[in-house]
């Protein structure tokens, strides 16, 4: 790999990397066992932390379950818990520099696309606890069967959450789920993936360092042998999972053999209908640099590009110019656009699908191997296909890497039937200057985000999918409520 002086990696030391944070304290495992965590541009290691053992996973349960059952937590009141969120918000300040760096080298997300995100990060905590002063926690509630005085709405904790984070954007998709749970009054089990274990070390530092009280937080990284464990205990009352979608069907199942509860974030195959009147450029510009954000490791990515069919082929030529013009290499140097895909593993799965595409007859533009220019990390081109069927592998499967699909349709019908031809539902889009064909667009798309003129999610509202993309939404009022148990309480006096 080309050496850049910028590119200059940090000795990166976590200070408890060889313990699990359960109960409060610092805890040896159970076993030797660890996980080495590899740089994804020099695929070299640079951190080790310790592997969950079955009995570490029932130590962390058991610490959240007694924390829930007989700790303080539950019963504060939400303005109580709202102050550890914003001393959270404060820690995760002082820390931006390594979480940042260590992002980029865990899961190859660009440097500047890395720093943007920490800026975010302490915003969800602060949102949540924002939530505490105009959230209806308790509201009176209307006697309609003429029986008892005084009736409430009360919204109390769901109980023990088990957080399964993927690698991704680790620090993200725990804020998401660790915000509304800890407002909301619930103890959680939090679970890193072996691939991005880095900054959810990092967070139980923090969480310490804020005062949460014993076992509120219990912390460990695991391999999928041992997160099964935390799905399939009793003493969780609830899965909050970002992932695949083959997993988040597991995790319902095996959820369902207990009435357990879950909120699944999983897979996307996201179209984005190019319209008659919008520039072919111009879509070409803005969904080349959205698809470098992760190497296109993104499960709301816009992957179908469906375009009426006399314009197909300028689509194709003007996607394909575009996006192979974006400079890809070390996530850590300035200069770079895109970075490498997080493992060998998922390389190799893209590379293999990208195969499939030529072997279904889809036409390569552009892309499709490993850059020249790059020896070291698992880099892939920036990759555009023409003529692919929705029927087609490259059609129906998600790839998780930089591979835009460009399909033809005829008419606008045409398109909207083909974006909703798919197991998924995560997210869409409508490219169009005319507003009210957007509105009228959007309206029909079946899934959980649909944006107008760019690839659009806002966690400080609500994300999640319809169909096989998961079960429940994540981020603002509505990402509190999976958090929730609703009782209806009803006193015979006025309280």
């Known amino acids: ?39 994804t541009a020099t695929e070299e290691p640079f951190l080790r932390v310790a592997a969950a053992a079955k009995q570490d996973m029932s130590d962390a349960i058991d610490a959240a379950r007694r924390a829930f059952d007989s700790g303080p937590w539950p019963r504060m009141k939400p303005a109580e818990r709202a102050k550890y969120l914003r001393a959270i918000a404060a820690g995760i300040r002082s820390r931006q520099g390594i979480m940042t760096e260590i992002w980029s080298r865990e899961s190859g997300v660009v440097l500047s696309t890395s720093q943007y995100g920490m800026d975010m990060l302490p915003l969800q905590y602060e949102r949540y606890a924002d939530l505490a002063e105009t959230f209806p926690f308790d509201e009176r509630a209307e006697i309609t069967q003429g029986k008892g005085t005084d009736a409430w709405i009360v919204r109390e904790p769901v109980g023990v959450v088990g957080a399964i984070i993927p690698w991704n954007a680790p620090a993200l998709l725990t804020a998401i789920k660790l915000a509304p749970a800890l407002l909301a009054g619930c103890t959680m089990v939090l679970k890193a993936a072996p691939e991005g274990p880095g900054n959810i070390n990092l967070m139980a530092e923090i969480a310490h360092e804020a005062g949460l009280p014993p076992g509120v937080l219990n912390v460990l990284t695991a391999e999928r042998d041992v997160s099964e464990l935390l799905v399939s205990d009793a003493r969780i009352d609830k ?65 179908r590009i469906i375009v009426d069919r006399k314009r197909h082929d300028e689509m194709v030529d003007r996607l394909a110019a575009t996006f192979s013009k974006v400079r890809v290499g070390d996530p850590l140097d300035p200069t770079s656009e895109m970075g490498p895909l997080v493992s060998r593993r998922q390389r190799d799965r893209a590379l293999g699908l990208i195969e499939r595409g030529r072997s279904e007859g889809s036409r390569l533009a552009t892309g499709g191997g490993q850059p020249a220019h790059l020896n070291r ?57 005319d507003l009210k064909d957007a509105e009228k667009v959007l309206r029909r798309l079946r899934t959980g985000t649909a944006g107008h003129n760019d690839h659009h999610t806002d966690l400080g509202i609500a994300f999640g999918g319809f169909k096989q993309s998961g079960v429940g939404r994540e981020g603002g009022r509505e990402g509190l409520l999976p958090y929730l148990e609703t009782k209806t309480m009803i006193l015979d006096a006025a309280i």
């Open 377 to 433: 990390g698992w880099f892939i081109e920036p990759t555009v296909f023409g003529n692919v069927s929705n029927d087609s592998t490259l059609g129906r499967e998600e790839v998780f890497g930089p591979v835009l699909s460009v399909i033809p349709s005829d008419g606008v019908e045409d398109a909207i039937r083909i974006a909703n031809d798919t197991i998924y539902g995560l997210n869409g889009s409508v490219f169009t200057n």
């Open 1 to 39: 790999m080309k050496e850049n002086a910028a590119s200059v990696r940090s000795d990166i030391k976590l200070a408890h990397a060889d313990r699990f944070y359960i109960d409060g304290k610092w805890v040896k495992p159970s076993t030797g066992a660890s996980i080495e965590v590899i740089d």
């Open 239 to 303: 899965i909050a999972f970002t992932g695949s979608t083959v997993t988040g069907r597991r995790i319902a199942a095996v959820c369902a053999e207990r009435i357990g509860r879950y909120t699944l974030e999983l897979g996307g195959k996201s179209a984005a209908i190019i319209m008659d009147d919008f520039d072919l450029q111009r879509a070409a510009d803005i969904l080349s640099r959205e698809e470098c954000y992760l190497a296109g490791q993104v499960c709301s990515s816009l992957t």
